[in-house]
């Protein structure tokens, strides 16, 4: 008899590793993931990516609001006797009393090399903070925030120009490939448990549209870090004329003036240190995404001015 499993997630993220599970020799007993949302529009009731991917490989879903006080799904869970429970970009804290359900535990792959980047955006913030290297951590679960002994921890690079889009692919690209190995190690015992140094851990905190708008008098490599980790959404931007425009990519150019100056032709902008970005992708608000020499043609943008001001 195949071993139990149960898994939680709700992201885009998290559908390689579900579709990995699924193909191994492992029974997917149960999927949870957060319960179906009304769009931005407020008339379409939109499915999770995961609850997307589990009805096309017919596997049983779960999607309650919440697992706190929530007697149901204790019971449920109780009643699989799951051997293992994987989790990954679930969205919900995992009640202690949950933790006992299971066999060998509640496993969660996070996307960050921990201690550093617990929390909710560690892909963005790792971006942002203009770290060359990440990756992802397969760690126990335990009753505190990403805080549990990690068994497992794989690296890569994080070129300049790599977007929180495409490094999110890559990690989740990663996490499906190394899941079924981690699987069968905490199930054959095979596994170490390793104690994390809290004294090292920071914290990825969830994003804030706030956070978004650029500063130029911040390093242009700060400011490619902002436009990469927020992208697409919500999107790094800058005010002129009171119309917000969002840059989608750009790159280091070897300019200098007023930060904030735009200083030719083709939109490269000033920044602090006597630096420089080049736009290549931009987008007015309420407008299609443009390359820059399109969005050049009957801008209003040209050298000389000065952005969010």
Known sequence: ??????????????????????ESKFNVSAVYTQPPKKSNRGMKV????????????????????????????????????????????????????F???????????????????????????????????????????????????VIETYKIK??????????EKKLSELAAEKTIENIDNIIKGKVKLKEQDHSEATYAEKINKKEAKITWNDSSKKIIGKINGLHPNPGAYFIFNGDRYKILKAEIGN????????????????CSNNESIKVIKIQKEGKKIQEINEFLNGSKIHKGCTLNE
């Not at 885009?12 to 699924?22: D, N, Q, T």
């Not at 596997?59 to 929530?70: A, E, G, H, Y």
């Not at 955006?121 to 549990?148: C, V, W």
């Not at 994080?158 to 490094?167: G, Q, R, S």
């Open 1 to 22: 008899m195949s071993d139990n499993i149960i898994f939680m997630g709700t992201s885009k993220f998290a559908v390689p590793v579900l579709e990995k599970i699924s």
């Open 46 to 97: 939109q499915k999770t990516p995961i609850q997307v991917k589990s009805e096309l490989l017919g596997l049983p879903i779960r999607t309650p609001s919440s697992l706190k006080n929530n007697i149901d799904e204790y019971n449920f869970i109780k009643k699989i006797k799951p051997t293992i429970v994987i989790v990954i970009s679930y969205g919900q804290i995992i009640p202690k009393e």
């Open 99 to 149: 933790l006992e359900l299971s066999e060998k535990g509640f496993f969660n792959i996070h996307a960050s090399i921990l201690p550093k980047f617990r929390g909710a955006a560690p892909i963005q913030r790792a971006i942002m903070s203009q770290d060359t290297e990440t990756g992802i951590s397969f760690m126990k679960i335990n009753e505190h925030l990403d805080t549990g002994p």
């Open 158 to 167: 994080i070129d300049l120009n790599l977007n929180a889009t495409e490094l």
């Open 255 to 270: 300019g200098s003036g007023h930060p904030g100056e735009v200083l030719n032709d083709k939109l490269e902008i000033a």
